[in-house]
């Protein structure tokens, strides 16, 4: 690999797959800057949320911390805690180093499944160079197995083994843009456009560190979803024609602008704006911002190359959902109010195939606050 920075391309993933740098994987499990990755049937009840310690196993915190081994045919319970291995392992060569997310899908029905990895004291992360039994660095990249803590936040889940709920993107060296090259993209591409299709001007606001997004509250009748705190019903992620009744309702659009969101409830909206990813780009929805307001807006956060692309410019733009989440108390959020930031990448090399060209894109073409695949319309 030449000393170019950037996210890995789909092509290039492919390559990884074929040398042996990463394991246990298939090539349909490739999107265009990412991998979707594979859970197994070994699953165990966890005590607790658990990090390793540098130069820690995970099957050392299982001996810890495990409670009992999980039947693969029950449902994983509303709050409960697992970890579950995956089918994929690395083998990385030095300089390589990689994020994971939710996927879309699994984010849209809050279960949080954040990535482990033996002697990794961080979710979601695996470093350029591993360490050893000490913890000091060693000359390697990451060689080890996967894990994911996963926890149903809002209501049961019966999981398979072999479905994707998580996926990793791969790096080698600084993919960030800086604030300047974020202005010229955003210029160049019209990265943010209004639901008419129209490029909307940057300011001070809507470009600073990425690119700025506002919630939409106003536009639509149904401006969104509400988890239900009373839903017994089990979502089976085997079976796509539940019921929304089941588990959501709908939130009429507000006469005041204004939505109350509060913590013992999980929310899906969206944005008022559409956002477009090109093909040399990369981009992600960044954690919580507290100076956004004391809530999260997002739990899957991956935007693949292609995300609202299409040859006609003014076509272009796909709104994002968002999954949001008050944090400790009641917040009023306010139609237009800034709610999450999207920050880009560069690419090693455009992808092969981009976001909704021939690879299943649930919601290449999505308008307002859509629901998950496994929900009948």
Same mark, same amino acid.
């Given at each position: 690999?030449? @000393?170019?920075?950037? +996210?890995i391309?789909?092509q ?6 074929e !040398? =042996? $740098? ?9 999107q ?5 990755l ?12 658990y ?20 039947d ?6 509303q709050?409960?805690i697992?970890?579950i291995?995956?089918a994929e ?5 030095p ?8 996927k879309?899908?699994s ?12 002697g990794v004291?961080?979710? @979601?992360?695996?470093? +350029?160079?591993s360490?050893d039994?000490?913890?000091s660095?060693?000359? !390697? =990249? $990451?060689h080890?197995s ?6 149903p936040k809002s ?23 800086s604030?300047l090259?974020?202005?010229i993209a955003?210029?160049?591409f ?13 300011t ?12 939409d509250l106003t536009?639509?009748?149904i ?17 796509y ?7 959501f ?8 602008g ?12 969206a ?6 990813t090109?093909?040399n780009?990369?981009t ?8 956004k307001?004391e ?16 040859e ?5 733009g ?8 008050a ?5 009023v ?8 930031l999207m ?12 976001y909704?060209?021939?690879?299943q894109?649930h ?15």
């Open positions: 690999m030449s @000393d170019k920075q950037g +996210a391309p789909y290039l993933l492919r390559e990884m797959i !040398a =042996g $740098y990463i394991q246990g994987s298939a090539i349909e499990a490739l265009p800057a990412s991998l979707d594979t859970l197994t049937d070994e699953i165990y009840r966890m005590r607790g949320s990090l390793p310690r540098l130069g820690e196993s995970i099957q050392e915190i299982l001996n810890r911390g495990a409670l009992f081994r999980h693969v045919i029950r449902p994983l319970e709050n409960g697992y970890l291995k995956l392992t690395l083998a990385l060569p300089g390589i180093h990689a994020t994971s997310s939710n879309s899908s984010g849209r029905i809050n279960l949080r499944g954040r990535l482990l990895a033996d004291p961080r979710f @979601d992360e695996i470093p +350029a160079r360490s039994e000490r913890g660095p060693t000359a !390697a =990249g $990451y080890g996967l894990w994911l803590e996963v926890i209501f049961p889940v019966l999981l398979h083994p072999g479905h994707r709920i998580n996926q990793i993107r791969f790096f080698h060296g600084d993919a960030k843009l604030s090259e974020h202005r955003f210029d160049r019209g990265l943010l456009r209004t639901i008419a299709g129209a490029r909307i001007a940057p001070v606001e809507n470009v600073r560190r990425g690119i700025t997004m506002t919630v536009s639509q009748e401006i969104g979803w509400r988890s239900k705190t009373t839903a017994w019903s089990v979502l089976d992620m085997g079976k024609d539940h019921d929304p009744a089941d588990f309702e709908p939130v009429p659009r507000p006469k005041s204004e939505l109350v969101i509060h913590p013992e409830a999980f929310y899906i909206l944005t008022k704006e559409k956002i477009i090109p093909p780009f990369a992600e929805m960044a954690a919580y911002d507290s100076s307001g809530f999260r807006s997002h739990f899957a956060g991956f935007f693949d190359p292609g995300w609202g692309w299409r006609n410019d003014v076509e272009r796909t709104i994002a959902v968002l999954e949001v989440e944090y400790s108390h009641d917040f959020l306010r139609d237009g109010q800034p709610i999450c920050v880009y990448d560069r690419m090693l090399a455009p992808p092969e195939k981009l909704g060209e021939g690879i894109s919601y290449h073409t999505q308008q307002g606050p859509r629901l998950a695949k496994w929900f009948k319309v």
